[in-house]
């Protein structure tokens, strides 16, 4: 009879027993999953496939937003700039040839008021519209334009003099005064046109007007095209306001606003949104937000897109789990017949579901990265920005998470399909 006195710790020596059979009964059971997984590899590797797909995708569309507001938080940055009026919202326009659409009137005259006040820097009134660009008359490209004051110490100059003098068109508002006729572009729109400092180009908001319009090239700049994050050409807010055809109400797409370093930036914000209360004025934070919030519903797409691959990746692996247990039955029946528990077996698949969710994750990340920076290169030639697909930390661990939960979850429905080992001796 089986000595079951009690030890010293408290335990019996059955307990004791069970408890150093323990670790050895967890190889067991991880050696038969195992090795029924690689005796089914086929049907294994297509669920473990089901399981990367959907952690790629989670990791991809996590890495693009979260590259999204990096990279837009950084371009307002570097415009070096604290507050933005603009209209209610920013939309396109296909009026004047296309750009943003201009909801800010009389913008020279606000500018002015607005950089007259003791805690403002500078205000600047900017347009953003399209313009047709050649070095022939007869063959003319569309290439945004930003329009902007002056050179100013916000606009960096790559090569070249840049603007000089001053606004001659703008002639207090008259708009009557002489074209400067002084161009920046940036290296894509150079290259594209094979352009150097000194070269005529054709510009204008309508192919007539461009035909009779001719500007030089002064400088090349990566200020807008790197804001923008496409190939631009800048010149003058008035001129761009006379080629596009807004110059009539003075419409521009936004006052850039700086203010003095010794100014609380909030403080001036209230101030300037209560003397202007038909516009909006926000931070670089406000504004990245707000440009984001029109964009709400690609972010909500990208999420429905995350939650079909994860919901595609468990259905496809609680398919193919739940087919193996299937189509294994006879040898589960003899795995009960020969003494082992269907706990046990139901741990086995238990494991199985975690192996395949585990090789999933793995195999997910080790694709995240390479299809990342191809993302980021062809991003880069469409868009014009580099770095907007991360992989972040934080969506890898996330995706590892659900990884092992949908190889949990189809371990689980398989489980529910295991034979009754009992059945196995009926009729025998």
């Given at each position: 009879?089986?000595?079951?006195?009690?030890?010293?710790?408290?335990?019996?020596?059955?307990?004791?027993?069970?408890?150093?059979?323990?670790?050895?009964?967890?190889?067991?059971?991880?050696?038969?999953?195992?090795?029924?997984?690689?005796?089914?590899?086929?049907?294994?590797?297509?669920?473990?496939?089901?399981?990367?797909?959907?952690?790629?995708?989670?990791?991809?569309?996590?890495?693009?937003?979260?590259?999204?507001?990096?990279?837009?938080?950084?371009?307002?940055?570097?415009?070096?700039?604290?507050?933005?009026?603009?209209?209610?919202?920013?939309?396109?326009?296909?009026?004047?040839?296309?750009?943003?659409?201009?909801?800010?009137?009389?913008?020279?005259?606000?500018?002015?008021?607005?950089?007259?006040?003791?805690?403002?820097?500078?205000?600047?009134?900017?347009?953003?519209?399209?313009?047709?660009?050649?070095?022939?008359?007869?063959?003319?490209?569309?290439?945004?334009?930003?329009?902007?004051?002056?050179?100013?110490?916000?606009?960096?100059?790559?090569?070249?003099?840049?603007?000089?003098?001053?606004?001659?068109?703008?002639?207090?508002?008259?708009?009557?005064?002489?074209?400067?006729?002084?161009?920046?572009?940036?290296?894509?729109?150079?290259?594209?046109?094979?352009?150097?400092?000194?070269?005529?180009?054709?510009?204008?908001?309508?192919?007539?007007?461009?035909?009779?319009?001719?500007?030089?090239?002064?400088?090349?700049?990566?200020?807008?095209?790197?804001?923008?994050?496409?190939?631009?050409?800048?010149?003058?807010?008035?001129?761009?306001?006379?080629?596009?055809?807004?110059?009539?109400?003075?419409?521009?797409?936004?006052?850039?606003?700086?203010?003095?370093?010794?100014?609380?930036?909030?403080?001036?914000?209230?101030?300037?949104q209560a003397a202007h209360p038909e516009y909006a004025i926000r931070t670089n934070e406000e504004q990245l937000e707000a440009v984001i919030g029109h964009q709400t519903a690609i972010f909500v797409g990208a999420g429905l897109l995350a939650g079909v691959a994860v919901l595609t990746g468990a259905a496809l692996t609680a398919t193919l789990l739940s087919l193996h247990v299937y189509l294994r039955r006879e040898t589960f029946r003899t795995l009960g017949a020969i003494g082992i528990s269907r706990r046990t077996i139901a741990g086995m698949v238990m494991v199985q579901g975690g192996l395949i969710g585990l090789?999933?994750?793995?195999?997910?990340?080790?694709?995240?990265?390479?299809?990342?920076?191809?993302?980021?290169?062809?991003?880069?030639?469409?868009?014009?920005?580099?770095?907007?697909?991360?992989?972040?930390?934080?969506?890898?661990?996330?995706?590892?998470?659900?990884?092992?939960?949908?190889?949990?979850?189809?371990?689980?429905?398989?489980?529910?399909?295991?034979?009754?080992?009992?059945?196995?001796?009926?009729?025998?």
């Amino acid at each position: 009879m089986a000595d079951r006195r009690p030890r010293r710790d408290g335990r019996s020596r059955d307990e004791a027993g069970r408890l150093r059979s323990l670790p050895r009964r967890l190889r067991a059971i991880v050696g038969l999953a195992w090795g029924d997984l690689t005796y089914a590899s086929g049907r294994s590797l297509l669920a473990v496939f089901g399981v990367a797909l959907a952690v790629l995708t989670l990791v991809l569309l996590g890495g693009a937003s979260a590259g999204v507001l990096d990279t837009g938080a950084q371009q307002f940055e570097q415009a070096d700039r604290d507050l933005w009026l603009t209209g209610e919202a920013i939309g396109l326009t296909v009026a004047g040839g296309g750009g943003f659409e201009a909801t800010v009137h009389d913008s020279h005259d606000l500018a002015a008021e607005i950089e007259a006040r003791d805690d403002v820097s500078t205000a600047a009134p900017m347009a953003f519209q399209t313009l047709y660009v050649g070095t022939e008359s007869d063959e003319l490209e569309t290439v945004v334009a930003t329009g902007v004051p002056g050179g100013g110490s916000a606009i960096s100059i790559a090569d070249g003099e840049g603007f000089s003098g001053p606004d001659t068109h703008y002639a207090d508002g008259a708009y009557d005064g002489p074209l400067s006729g002084q161009l920046l572009v940036d290296e894509a729109t150079a290259d594209r046109f094979d352009l150097e400092v000194g070269d005529d180009v054709y510009l204008g908001g309508s192919l007539s007007t461009a035909r009779q319009t001719r500007y030089e090239v002064v400088g090349t700049s990566e200020t807008f095209s790197s804001f923008l994050g496409t190939a631009t050409v800048t010149l003058r807010t008035s001129e761009l306001q006379t080629l596009s055809g807004t110059a009539g109400t003075d419409a521009a797409t936004m006052i850039a606003i700086t203010v003095d370093d010794d100014a609380d930036v909030a403080a001036v914000r209230e101030d300037l949104q209560a003397a202007h209360p038909e516009y909006a004025i926000r931070t670089n934070e406000e504004q990245l937000e707000a440009v984001i919030g029109h964009q709400t519903a690609i972010f909500v797409g990208a999420g429905l897109l995350a939650g079909v691959a994860v919901l595609t990746g468990a259905a496809l692996t609680a398919t193919l789990l739940s087919l193996h247990v299937y189509l294994r039955r006879e040898t589960f029946r003899t795995l009960g017949a020969i003494g082992i528990s269907r706990r046990t077996i139901a741990g086995m698949v238990m494991v199985q579901g975690g192996l395949i969710g585990l090789g999933g994750w793995l195999i997910g990340i080790a694709l995240a990265y390479p299809a990342a920076s191809g993302l980021n290169a062809l991003v880069a030639r469409i868009v014009g920005y580099e770095g907007l697909v991360t992989v972040p930390s934080i969506a890898i661990s996330a995706s590892g998470v659900i990884a092992l939960g949908l190889g949990t979850l189809a371990a689980t429905i398989a489980v529910w399909r295991l034979p009754d080992p009992a059945s196995s001796t009926q009729g025998g």
